[in-house]
C-alpha cells in the first residue's frame, strides 16, 4: 500500500485539482492518482521493467532521501511481487478518467466465495493450509489426513477441476498451488 501511496504522491499532475485517493471496498483497495502515463507508455508497460519517469522529479528526490523509494523504476514491480507472494490476485494497473488507478484485490478465495462453490469443511481446510503454506504435496495431505494416496487425489482433482489449484511438477515433484486468476 505503501508503494502505490508514494507511486502516486511522486506522480500526481499537480496541475489538475483532484485528490490522490484512497477507496476502500470490502474485496480491494483502489488508489486513483490524477495524473498520466509518459508518452507512449500503457498499462502493460507498468507490469515489465521500465525506466523511471516520476511527474514530480523534486518529490522523488525527497521520498529517495527519506528512505520510501530505494530504486528507481522498480515500483509497480514491487508491488506485483508483493501481491504474489501474500497470494492476492496480481494487481490492476488502469487508466480511467484523467487518472492511474492501482486496484489491489484480497483473495477470491474468501469464505463467501468458498461457501458459494459448495465446498466441504475438508476442501475449505485444503485451501486455508494452501494460502499459509503456500504449496502442498500429495503426500502432505495423505499425512495429514490419514488417508490413502487415491482419497487425496479424489480431492485434489476436485479442487483442480474447480480451478481453485494448478498442478506444478512432474512425477515425485509434483506439488500443488493456489489459483488465484
Known amino acids: 500500500m505503501r508503494e502505490a501511496i508514494v507511486n502516486a504522491i511522486v506522480h500526481r499532475d499537480y496541475r489538475v485539482p483532484s485528490k490522490i485517493q484512497v477507496r476502500i471496498f470490502d474485496d480491494r483497495i483502489e488508489i486513483w492518482n490524477p495524473g498520466r502515463l509518459p508518452e507512449g507508455w500503457n498499462t502493460e ?3 515489465k521493467e521500465h525506466t523511471s519517469e516520476p511527474f514530480n522529479p523534486l518529490i522523488a528526490r525527497i521520498f529517495f532521501w527519506i528512505g520510501y523509494m530505494e530504486e528507481v523504476g522498480t515500483d509497480t514491480s514491487k508491488i506485483i511481487n508483493w501481491c504474489k507472494d501474500w497470494g492476492l490476485p496480481e494487481p490492476e494497473f488502469e487508466v480511467k478518467s484523467n487518472n492511474i488507478v492501482v486496484v489491489i484485490r484480497k483473495s477470491k478465495l474468501t469464505p463467501e ?3 458459494a462453490l459448495g465446498l466441504s469443511e475438508r476442501d475449505k481446510e485444503i485451501i486455508q493450509v494452501l494460502k499459509e503454506e503456500k504449496k502442498i504435496t500429495s503426500s502432505y495431505l495423505q499425512r495429514r489426513y490419514g488417508v490413502s494416496r487415491d482419497t487425496v487425489n479424489r480431492w485434489l482433482n476436485n ?3 474447480l480451478g481453485l489449484i494448478k498442478r506444478k511438477g512432474k512425477g515425485k515433484g509434483t506439488y500443488y498451488i493456489l489459483k488465484e486468476r
Open 45 to 47: 508497460t507498468l507490469k
Open 113 to 115: 466465495y468458498l461457501d
Open 159 to 161: 479442487l483442480l477441476d
